[in-house]
């Protein structure tokens, strides 16, 4: 045994599933923590240009955290990269329209899909007719990691209802084929003989 003074140990994962039940037992509280509301993200973007001394006002706050996917981190990258923009093209000041040029630019869309998200989706819409599709497959007609589609794209775009993940493959929406404005093919039925 080791001489140690009483502490408490907080952790955290996205990954819960991949901690042993031991470990886990471990933990006298066990809680999920959901995503962050347009308005808590709203909040924090305030709070952190304040800290940065960056002048934005409170629709360009809103703006940032509408599409900041429900999270914290994604809201402050967005916060650096909008005052990047603003501080060369507008004079310094962060509103409603300088963060949407600004997002725009950096090709984040008004659901907060990145140009990856957008790639994933049209992909399977494009080139596999809507899914199903393999991660494999996907991942070499995407040009990513078949680790980094599962864990870093996919949650979001299933939660946000874009993507089906099944046991044939990965589909596309019909929400996914609304936010392109592509109608889905009908598929044809074989005559019966």
């Known amino acids: 045994r080791l001489p140690l003074k009483p502490f408490t140990l907080v952790g955290a994962t996205t990954r819960i599933g991949l901690l042993t039940a031991p470990l886990r037992s471990r ?3 066990v809680d999920r923590v959901d995503f962050y509301s347009v308005e ?11 800290i940065l001394k960056v002048e934005i006002d409170q629709e360009g ?8 996917r429900g999270t914290p981190r994604v809201a402050n990258r967005l ?16 509103t409603k329209e300088v963060a949407d040029r600004a997002l725009g630019l950096l090709q984040v869309d008004e659901k907060g899909l990145d140009e990856m998200d957008k790639r994933i989706l049209l992909t399977l819409i494009e080139k596999f007719d809507g899914g199903p599709a393999g991660l494999g497959n996907l991942a070499a007609a995407v ?9 870093v794209y996919e949650p979001y775009l299933i939660q946000e209802g874009y993507l ?3 046991l044939r493959g ?6 996914a084929y609304r936010h392109f404005g592509i109608t889905r093919k009908k598929a044809k039925r074989m005559p019966l003989l």
């Open 143 to 151: 040009g990513e990691e078949k680790d980094t589609i599962e864990e």
């Open 79 to 94: 916060l650096r990269r909008v005052r990047d923009y603003a501080q060369v093209r507008a004079g310094g000041v962060i």
């Open 27 to 29: 933990f006298g509280i």
């Open 40 to 50: 808590d993200l709203t909040r924090i973007v305030l709070r952190s240009a304040s």
């Open 164 to 166: 089906h993940r099944t």
């Open 170 to 175: 990965r589909k596309a929406t019909e929400l």
């Open 61 to 68: 706050a809103r703006e940032i955290a509408r599409r900041s």
